[in-house]
């Protein structure tokens, strides 16, 4: 049998509502489709504004461009996340400054971010890792003692919440990812999510290449024209109609990947201790989305060697982010071992098994009958 790390998950209406789409004689952006989702979202989260993206990584570009983020400005991250957190802020001047985890969560370490602020600091980015809410009690008390918004990647994260509030909802501004790697997929897309009223307005702009078409489509203005800056980012109708069929059946996508990770954790739960392994930590404040299940193993040795044992059985599982002060790109924002320990010690050591939305109870045991099978020398 192959069991692949990912497999994009079709929930059932995806195609019904595309040729329903199709049918509305409007494909591009903010078609009838794009109208329900942005409804679901705001309803379901409680939030004055989502929009949709043509990705996550637009959605954060779309932030450090409502930030005003310019040449020498400074944004807090952490080392342990995807390109896109940081780029999307690079990519308008900024300086990243990479914050170490927690090693419990892997989520940035909210003791370690007040040392990090300086006068230049523009924004706090938050990642949700594993869809696992960051400390935001913290976090937020920084963000109103230095007067520097909060931004959430909350790629991992939709539907997790923190102390019973929706991640995504506390930062000014968050993204989200529909990525065929996420719980909810288009293939490619994303949304920005508003909680910050200010950034409405200009946001809508910024979406629609610096115009004010937005509101000249709600008749506010009788021509619509130049404005601001902006770029394109808006999705068509036609993803948003795929991804309106993955929101609507969210309960049935979540039971799903919530029974496959519960499985996982608990037939593994006493092997991982056996072997000083270490599993996901949801702490009793949050609740998590399912998002994925990994492993945290002693060496690096072992996490090469299991890898390796679990491929030669047609499984595919992954390690995951490469310290980001330590790649190229980091070195040149002067990123240097020894600067994030616990990201590097724990992005060396973990790996990520197949997980997905319908991945069956058989495909399961399988992955952990091979687990159960490899020699710990
Ligand atoms: C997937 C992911 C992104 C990028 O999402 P895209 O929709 O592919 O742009 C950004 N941040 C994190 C934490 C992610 O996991």
């Known amino acids: 049998m192959h069991i692949p790390f990912n497999r994009p998950f079709v929930s059932g209406k995806e195609l019904e509502f595309i040729q329903e789409a199709i049918g509305h004689w409007r494909i591009s952006g903010d078609g009838v489709f794009?109208?329900?989702?942005?409804?679901?979202?705001?309803?379901e989260l409680g939030l004055p504004k989502a929009l949709l993206t043509t990705s996550c990584t637009h959605a954060l570009e779309m932030t450090a461009l409502l930030l005003r983020i310019e040449p020498g400005d400074e944004v807090i991250l952490p080392s342990f996340t995807f390109v896109s957190t940081a780029n999307a802020f690079v990519l308008r001047g900024a300086r990243p400054v990479f914050v170490d985890i927690r090693p419990d969560t892997l989520n940035i370490d909210e003791t370690q971010i007040e040392r990090s602020l300086t006068s230049k600091t523009k924004a706090i980015v938050v990642v949700h890792y594993?869809?696992?809410?960051?400390?935001m009690d913290a976090i937020l008390e920084?963000?109103?003692?230095?007067?520097?918004?909060?931004?959430?990647?909350?790629?991992?994260?939709?539907?997790?919440?923190?102390?019973?509030?929706?991640?995504?909802?506390?930062?000014?501004?968050?993204?989200?990812?529909?990525?065929?790697?996420?719980?909810?997929?288009?293939?490619?897309?994303?949304?920005l999510l508003i909680?910050?009223?200010?950034?409405?307005e200009r946001a809508e702009i910024i979406r629609e290449k610096g115009t004010n078409r937005s509101r000249f489509f709600r008749g506010q203005v009788d021509k619509y024209t130049w404005v601001d800056v902006g770029s394109s980012y808006l999705p068509s109708d036609i993803l948003a109609?795929?991804?309106c069929a993955q929101l609507e059946d969210r309960e049935t996508i979540q039971a799903n990947r919530k029974r496959v990770w519960e499985s996982y954790d608990a037939q593994l739960k006493n092997w991982a201790a056996e072997h000083g392994i270490q599993v996901p930590f949801v702490p009793p404040h949050c609740a998590q989305p399912y998002h994925m299940y990994f492993l945290v193993l002693p060496s690096l040795e072992t996490r090469e060697a299991l890898m390796a044992h679990l491929t030669s059985r047609g499984i595919y599982s992954v390690f995951h982010y490469l310290p980001l002060h330590l790649s190229a790109m980091g070195r040149e924002f002067g990123g240097k071992e020894g600067d994030c320990p616990v990201t590097e010690d724990?992005?060396?050591?973990?790996?990520?098994?197949?997980f997905y939305t319908g991945m069956t109870e058989a495909e399961q045991e399988e992955v952990i009958a091979a687990l159960r099978e490899f020699r710990f020398s």
């Open 241 to 243: 109609a795929f991804l």
């Open 142 to 191: 920084l963000s109103r003692k230095y007067n520097v918004p909060v931004v959430e990647d909350n790629a991992h994260g939709l539907f997790g919440s923190y102390r019973g509030r929706y991640l995504g909802t506390f930062g000014a501004l968050a993204s989200l990812s529909f990525h065929e790697t996420k719980n909810f997929i288009c293939g490619e897309g994303g949304a």
């Open 195 to 200: 909680n910050d009223r200010q950034y409405i």
């Open 130 to 135: 594993a869809g696992v809410g960051c400390e």
């Open 346 to 354: 724990t992005s060396d050591r973990l790996l990520r098994l197949p």
């Open 34 to 43: 794009t109208q329900k989702c942005h409804g679901l979202l705001e309803k």
